[in-house]
């Protein structure tokens, strides 16, 4: 897959579903809108939250060209987005022209599909992708620094692993700090506050067997929404969950 061709074809229209396994060793990334007067508090809690929001470009007011990828829109080239007016979730849209201002600073945020085809590389099926739906997303007991109004707990995503396979995975994943690193919970989702894996806040539920296969849980780009929330912004403008920007930038680990 060509990253310049799914974009055109997100913004064309003729694909909506997620990133997951598209354009395999190229960086993918979440992305935040917020008007200026939250951008400076909003790079402070990037930079003190890298696991959960490890930046990898601010785009300055009004830009919608990325240097990640300077033939994309963020506008149109991403399959979804979601708006929240006030923290509170108002429509999920394929197309960002008819309510942007020239005020938007936008944030691309690392996202853990960039270490995916690695994982498969290295032999480790992924359940998400085998079943065709979205990463399951898992809001956590574990509480971010705050940086002025942006306050509030990690979110996480969640891929069950073979059991053999596990340390494979911890391993492979570590080398992507840029991209979320290495998990933040092993096998026990009740420490940081899941009740139910099968039970997800955001994408979908993914079956596997707990006797072979054990949940592991890494942060994820969709914190931003949660603390969006609780600090609400007149609007905040993301990615829908599972719906990322696909950036020129092959990945450091297969150049």
């Given at each position: 897959?060509?990253?310049?061709?799914?974009?055109?074809?997100?913004?064309?229209?003729l694909?909506?579903?997620?990133?997951?396994?598209m354009?395999?060793?190229?960086?993918?990334?979440?992305?935040?809108?917020?008007?200026?007067?939250?951008?400076?508090?909003?790079?402070?809690?990037?930079?003190?939250?890298?696991?959960?929001?490890?930046?990898?470009?601010?785009?300055?007011?009004?830009?919608?060209a990325?240097?990640?990828?300077?033939?994309?829109?963020?506008?149109?080239?991403?399959?979804?987005?979601?708006?929240y007016?006030?923290?509170?979730?108002?429509?999920e849209?394929?197309?960002?022209?008819?309510?942007?201002?020239?005020?938007f600073?936008?944030?691309?945020?690392?996202?853990?599909?960039?270490?995916?085809?690695?994982?498969?590389?290295?032999?480790?099926?992924?359940?998400?992708?085998?079943?065709?739906?979205?990463?399951?997303?898992?809001?956590t007991?574990?509480?971010?620094?705050?940086?002025?109004?942006?306050?509030?707990?990690?979110?996480?995503?969640?891929?069950?692993?073979?059991?053999?396979?596990?340390?494979?995975?911890?391993?492979?994943?570590?080398?992507?700090g840029?991209?979320?690193?290495?998990?933040?919970?092993?096998?026990?989702?009740e420490?940081?506050?899941?009740q139910?894996v099968?039970n997800?806040?955001?994408?979908?539920?993914?079956?596997?067997?707990?006797?072979?296969?054990?949940?592991?849980?890494?942060?994820?780009?969709?914190?931003?929404?949660?603390?969006?929330?609780?600090?609400?912004?007149?609007?905040?403008?993301?990615?829908?969950?599972?719906?990322?920007?696909?950036?020129?930038e092959?990945?450091?680990?297969?150049?």
């Open positions: 897959m060509n990253p310049t061709e799914e974009r055109l074809a997100f913004r064309k229209g694909k909506t579903g997620t990133t997951s396994g354009c395999e060793g190229y960086v993918q990334t979440n992305m935040v809108v917020l008007q200026k007067e939250y951008a400076s508090d909003f790079l402070a809690f990037c930079k003190k939250n890298p696991k959960s929001c490890p930046l990898v470009e601010k785009l300055d007011t009004g830009q919608v990325p240097n990640v990828a300077p033939e994309a829109d963020i506008r149109t080239d991403l399959p979804r987005y979601r708006i007016r006030e923290g509170v979730f108002a429509e849209v394929f197309d960002l022209r008819d309510v942007w201002q020239d005020d600073v936008t944030f691309l945020i690392g996202c853990s599909f960039t270490f995916e085809k690695a994982l498969v590389e290295a032999g480790i099926p992924l359940l998400h992708q085998l079943q065709q739906k979205v990463v399951p997303m898992f809001k007991n574990i509480e971010l620094e705050s940086s002025g109004i942006f306050a509030g707990n990690m979110v996480v995503s969640m891929r069950p692993i073979p059991n053999q396979m596990m340390d494979k995975a911890l391993r492979v994943s570590e080398q992507f840029h991209a979320h690193g290495g998990p933040v919970q092993v096998g026990n989702p420490q940081i506050g899941i139910d099968m997800p806040d955001y994408g979908e539920a993914v079956k596997f067997d707990e006797n072979i296969s054990t949940p592991i849980f890494w942060a994820c780009g969709v914190t931003p929404q949660n603390v969006a929330l609780k600090a609400k912004p007149s609007i905040m403008i993301t990615h829908a969950p599972g719906h990322m920007l696909i950036t020129d092959v990945d450091e680990y297969y150049r």
